[in-house]
């Protein structure tokens, strides 16, 4: 492709790994209701909202849960997650991804956060990079999950770029093909073998540089 005018990056995986609070937070609400969930049952959760994580938490437990009870189950698990990452700070940053956003700072190329989670500007702050971003599209200005391309369309029209001019970094299934329905050029954090349909694949952001965008 030409070289970008935006890029947008999801979160968790991508920027810092939060996987691990979540997973601890969804495994302590799962054993207090009297089942396991594994880190494999984790896996389904990857770029889901709040409520659909929990949706999927009750039907593996095989809980029936009313609405008034989802919220409050949800609520808990917010809070502990919450508790878990206000100890975060910049060394949970992945490897390269410092590097990549400099590199995108030096060739004025905007660049603007697109996570599900309501949690991502808690997150940017504790890692010191909340004022980097040129705009932050997250679960609290969003009404559709990924992956419905909302996120990403509200991050290019903050960015003031046509959707097909950005590229997306995104480590889940349901946000490539959010990437993919809005029209954008999709890189894709993790195994080929796992994500499938993006554009091309790194392991880490170390391999990533705006020449290889430009020449694919």
């Known amino acids: 492709m030409a070289k970008p005018k935006a ?29 396991d969930f594994t880190e494999a049952d984790n ?10 994580s929990l949706n999927i938490l009750l ?29 975060m700070d910049d060394s949970e940053i992945l490897p ?3 590097e990549f956003l400099q590199e995108l700072k030096q060739e004025n190329i ?11 500007p808690t997150i940017l702050k504790q890692i010191n990079l909340y004022h980097d971003f040129d705009a932050i599209i997250d679960g609290n200005s969003i009404s559709k999950a990924k992956p419905d391309p909302e996120v ?5 029209e903050a960015l003031q770029v046509n959707p097909e001019d950005c590229v997306v970094f995104e480590d889940a299934q349901s946000g490539i093909e959010a990437g993919k329905a809005a029209g954008m050029y999709v890189v ?4 080929p073998e796992v994500l499938k349909g993006a554009d091309d694949y790194i392991t880490h952001m170390t391999e990533m540089s705006v020449e290889r965008i430009t020449k694919k």
């Open 7 to 35: 890029v947008l990056f999801d979160l968790d995986g991508v920027i810092v790994d939060t996987a691990t609070h979540h997973y601890k937070a969804w495994k302590a609400l799962a054993n207090e209701m009297g089942f």
């Open 43 to 52: 896996e389904r959760l990857k770029g889901v909202s709040r409520v659909e």
């Open 59 to 87: 039907e593996i437990g095989n809980v029936e849960k009313n609405d008034q009870e989802k919220e409050q189950l949800a609520a808990q698990k917010n809070e502990q997650y919450v508790k878990a990452i206000s100890t």
């Open 96 to 98: 390269g991804v410092k």
């Open 110 to 120: 905007p660049f603007a956060l697109g996570s599900a989670s309501k949690n991502a």
């Open 152 to 156: 990403f369309l509200q991050g290019a």
């Open 188 to 191: 894709g954090v993790g195994n």
